[in-house]
C-alpha cells in the first residue's frame, strides 16, 4: 500500500485538484457538462505543461481504475423496468437499431480507416448513451487513451449539434409526437441531448423521447457483451479465453440486475449516480492530460468524420424499422 502511494499519490492529487476546478468551473458552464470540462482541462493542463514521470503513474491509474470503477458506480442508474414502459413494437426497433448499429460500427470503422479504436468507441457512444458508454467499453480496447478522449469529444460535439438540428428537421415533416419521441430517443447520443431536444418541442414528445432513450441505456450491458463478442480474438484453439468479461463489467451486469429487481431509496440512486459522475470525470481529465492536442487534431477530422457517418445510418435504420413496424 505504502509503495503503492508513493508511485501513485503525486498524479492522482494532481488529477484530484483539477477535477475540483473542474466541479467548480461546471455550474457556470452551460454549454458542457463536468466530463467534457474535465477533459478540456486535462488536455489544456497535460499540452501547456509536460507531465513528469513521478506524475504519469498516479494519472495513468487514475485513467484507467477511475473509469472502470465509475461505470461500476453509474450502473445504478441503469433500470430494465424502463424496458416494459414501451410496446413491443418500439422496443424491438431499438433492439434491432442498435445491435444492427454496433455490427455496422465494427464494419465501418475499418472501412474509414479509423485511427486506433476510435471508430468502436464512437460507434457505441452513439448506439447507447453518449460518454458513459464509451468510458464503459474502453477498458475493454487495448491502445492509447487519446481514443477515448477523442470518441467522447466526436460524440458530445454531434449530440450538441444534433440536439439544436433535430427539433428543426422533424418540425418539416407531419409525424405524431409519439414518433418524433421515437425519432429523438432513438438516435440522439446523450440523455441530455435527448431531453433538451424532446421538450424543446412539446411535454409530450419529451416524454415519449425520454422512455425510449432510457430503453436504450438499459440494453448498455447486453451491448457490451456483445462488443466483446465481436472483438474477441478469433485465433483458432483460444475461445474460451477470448471471451472471459473483465471483472468490472461483470460486476456491472449484476448491479443492473440487481438495481431492476429491487427498489432502492432515491436518495441511495442518486448517491451512487453523483459518485460515479464524480469519478468519470476523474478519468477525463487524467485522460485530457495524457492525450496530445496535435495527435488528436491530427486524427479527429476522420473520427468526426466516422461519427456523422454511423449517425446518418444509424438514424436512417431507425426511420426504416419505424415504417415497416409502426
Avoid at 174 to 180: H, T
Avoid at 301 to 309: H, M, P, S
Wanted: proline share 4%; charged share 10%.
Amino acid at each position: 500500500m505504502i509503495q503503492f502511494l508513493r508511485r501513485n499519490a503525486p498524479g492522482m492529487l494532481l488529477v484530484l485538484v483539477l477535477g475540483t476546478i473542474t466541479w467548480f468551473l461546471a455550474p457556470y458552464i452551460s454549454f458542457a457538462n463536468s466530463v467534457i470540462i474535465g477533459l478540456l482541462l486535462g488536455l489544456i493542463v497535460g499540452n501547456v505543461y509536460k507531465i513528469g514521470s513521478s506524475l504519469e503513474t498516479g494519472v495513468q491509474t487514475s485513467s484507467g481504475k477511475g473509469l472502470e470503477l465509475s461505470i461500476l458506480f453509474l450502473s445504478f442508474s441503469i433500470n430494465y423496468r424502463n424496458i416494459g414502459a414501451l410496446g413491443i413494437e418500439s422496443f424491438l426497433i431499438i433492439v434491432v437499431m442498435v445491435f444492427t448499429t454496433l455490427i455496422l460500427t465494427r464494419y465501418l470503422a475499418k472501412k474509414m480507416n479509423c485511427p486506433g479504436n476510435s471508430g468502436l468507441l464512437i460507434g457505441f457512444g452513439t448506439a447507447i448513451c453518449g460518454s458513459s458508454a464509451i468510458a464503459a467499453l474502453s477498458p475493454q480496447l487495448k491502445g492509447s487513451k487519446d481514443d477515448t478522449g477523442m470518441a467522447i469529444a466526436v460524440v458530445n460535439l454531434l449530440g450538441s449539434g444534433m440536439m439544436l438540428l433535430f427539433p428543426l428537421i422533424l418540425s418539416l415533416f407531419s409525424l405524431s409526437p409519439a414518433q418524433q419521441g421515437i425519432i429523438l430517443g432513438g438516435s440522439l447520443h446523450a440523455v441530455g441531448n435527448v431531453a433538451g431536444a424532446g421538450y424543446a418541442m412539446g411535454p409530450e414528445i419529451g416524454e415519449a423521447a425520454i422512455t425510449i432513450k432510457l430503453a436504450r441505456i438499459a440494453l448498455l450491458s447486453p451491448a457490451l457483451i456483445f462488443m466483446h463478442f465481436l472483438m474477441r480474438d478469433k485465433t483458432p484453439g483460444t475461445p474460451a479465453v477470448a471471451f472471459r468479461l473483465p471483472w468490472y463489467l461483470i460486476a456491472f451486469i449484476l448491479i443492473t440486475i440487481i438495481n431492476s429487481l429491487f427498489d432502492f431509496p432515491k436518495s441511495f440512486i442518486d448517491g451512487m449516480k453523483t459518485t460515479g459522475e464524480v469519478l468519470l470525470t476523474l478519468a477525463m481529465v487524467a485522460i485530457g492530460l495524457k492525450v496530445r492536442i496535435l495527435s488528436l487534431l491530427k486524427s479527429g477530422k476522420r473520427g468526426i468524420a466516422f461519427g456523422v457517418v454511423i449517425f446518418v445510418v444509424m438514424t436512417g435504420i431507425l426511420v426504416g424499422l419505424m415504417g415497416v413496424v409502426l
